[in-house]
């Protein structure tokens, strides 16, 4: 065998161990290489799985809020009368509509052509009256006479005169539009206590049939009470004393102090609202029951004007954060979290939270939590820190 034969002998050798220990030592290098880059990575894992997430803070911030509000406003008047008609035929005309005031000789209807006037005293008068008919409610008819500009005030009397009489006949002739007998019929007139004006609800429509007794309107008196109501509820909205709110409907707005309007101001509220139902700006509704069981043709009587809102005379700065900033303690405490970069979470009580108009999932805090750092989602603290709330 020459020199170079046994040279390639010897090399094929070589690699041949070469090959036969190379998966020796690859087994060996492969698990001191998963411990160099692996093991370093398990421990920074572990040390994640046990380190406490830092909850995440948001900036409390600004908004301009004149605690604005819906609400109804509630009316009482006190006392209604139903008012009825002798009158019987059909209705062929309707002349009175809901909030008139109704006056003395007013044509409330018409049957078959023919009014029907508002007689406004303390009592009904009782029966048909002609010449000679004597009585306290001769005196009576000749007062409204004379109220209707058909007599003169020095012919009073209780004793059915020719003077009272023409009256009559003047009344039939200019006014009524029917034959001037000059004896006066109870269907001429539909009696209205005097103590109501304010016209409630309209109980007949033209085409209608009526007879005597039919129920044609009911009428009230001046508003005795008036007060601020949740729409939803009617219960009695709640104001801050120490502000000064304006009720608002429309462009138009009025000052209130509280949700009851003091008396001396019920006149001008009042005036103030029915404008706004004239204007279409504001709608009536009255409670399903609208009575109390009173004296037969009387009941109190409520009206609900909707379409309003209360709100602060001056705008107030509050600020806001998310709904979930808001903590509660289990002894009612409501609570946000402030923090400094996260070192430390402080609690801040709230004496009161409120919505923000137009904002979902905003909520109102004190103007001085402004430009703060506040938790999020409190849920993130331990429970320690959740412990100092309350």
Known sequence: MSEHESSVKQGRGWWRSVWFVLPLIVAWLVPLVVLYFVNPAVGKAEERSVAASQPELVPVGSRSNDLRSDVAVLVSYGRAATVTTRASGVVTSVEVAVGDKVKQCRSLFQVNARPVLSYRAN????????????????????????????????????????????GVKKLQKDILGVKDTGAFSLEYVAFVPKDVSIVKSVAVVIGQ????????ATVSGPPEAISLVAPDTGQAVVLDETQSYLLRVGD?????????????????????LTTAVTDG????????????????GEVTSQEYFNGASIGAEKVVETGAVPATAIYASLNGTTCV???????????IPLDS????????GSIGVPQDLIGKQVVRDPSALTEQVLATCG
């Open 123 to 166: 009592s009904p008068l009782f029966r048909d009256l002609a010449l000679k008919d004597k009585g306290a409610d001769v005196s009576a008819l000749a007062k409204y006479l004379v109220a209707c500009g058909m007599l003169e005030d020095s012919a009073v009397s209780e004793e059915y005169t020719t003077q009272i009489e023409a």
């Open 209 to 216: 049939e009526i007879a005597p007794g039919a129920e044609v």
């Open 252 to 272: 138009q707005s009025v000052a209130v102090a509280s949700a009851s309007i003091p008396d001396d101001q019920i006149s001008p509220m009042y005036d103030f």
């Open 281 to 296: 700006l504001m709608s009536t509704h009255q409670p399903a029951d609208d009575g109390s069981g009173g004296a037969t």
């Open 337 to 347: 979290f402030t923090s400094n970069g996260g070192e430390s979470y402080d609690p």
């Open 353 to 360: 939270v409120s919505l923000i108009r137009g904002e979902l």
